[in-house]
């Protein structure tokens, strides 16, 4: 099980924009895509961060008729699985490919928009179907042919993060060359009232690991991964940009929503994916933590990265400052923000990071650093249920390929 497992493409959407250029011009810029709700039909005045096109503008850059029967969390997904594909030069059809995507609202907001239509006429049933998980996959993927397998996740907020270790996993035991994994979310009224139910949203712009959080801002966007065997990699002559060294879920089941005051899930899955990743704690340079903002998760996840790292943390930050929460998509987003930093050697920084949590040794990087040496970041995707992923992606060694 311990075949590598190569990145060779990656494709992005956020609040930030669309593709790594837009995504990295952003985080280099400290600017964040947190602000008031544009596309979302809801009463709340509640700062989200939303992708900064309409659906009839993704549909324009996709090339798709306006009367396309399409979601939006499926033209997110649509757009990011593109340009992964592009990224990896990828035909599905080439070699045993599956796609593995994370999703909870699915087609969701349409539901919400045509409820009332269902109830009482005909209207818009044709929407019905596209409510579940599984068919805003396979809209997704609907462009591509030649998928061997379009399975979709759902656990809360580390379902990409999921489908990336599970795409690893497929990929090692032989039953796959190539994966493409990540998700794709878009804000609902459903998660957004949800969210403001357990009153873990804040009103103002998230403060990860800071004394003063009061709460998440949500985000959508969609990010995937194009994951390969080395023997595809090298019968495709293709570059990689860098290798996945290990994925690792635990589920401590503490509570339904809330996270284990000492972060005993968080603390198992990292030290699970070091073990995997054949790696000292001391080797990780960079931590892209999950960092909601809430006073639950950053007390626990910040206790668990104590008691992983010691006195000797590396740099930790939350990019949820930037682009909100996106949920279900946020490992495979984050995932691709981790291969991109590793790849331009720069570390996001923590937005409005002012005081240090009290229970706390240490503080986020609130300011930017020129690393010495960027070679493995961890990326940690945290969900409701305790169920934690972690994912660390590493520089591809000179006799690695």
Known sequence: MNKTVFVTG????SGLGYGRGATMDALREHRTAIGKIRYLGTSHDLPVSEVPYSNEDMMDMLNIHHDTIMTRTALIGKLALKEAMEDASLNPAEQHTVFISGTTVGGMDKSEQFYLDFLSNDNHKEYIKTHDCGTCSEMIAEQYQGFEMITTLSTACSSAANAIQIGMELIQSGRCDAAVVGGSECITKFHLNGFNTLMILDKEQCRPFDQTRAGINLGEGAGYLVIESEDSVKRRDVKPLCVLSSCANRC??????????????????????????????SDIDYVNAHGTGTQGNDLSEGNALMRVFGDNMPPVASIKSYIGHTTSAAGGVEGVISVLALLENYMPINLNYRNKIEEHSFEPLHQEIIPQKLEHIMSNSFGFGGNDTVCIFSKIKEDKI
């Open 10 to 13: 990656v494709g992005i959407i």
């Open 252 to 281: 401590d089941a503490f509570h339904q929503t809330a996270s284990s005051p000492n972060g005993e899930g968080a603390f198992l899955a990292m030290t699970d994916a070091l073990r995997e990743a054949g790696l000292q704690a």
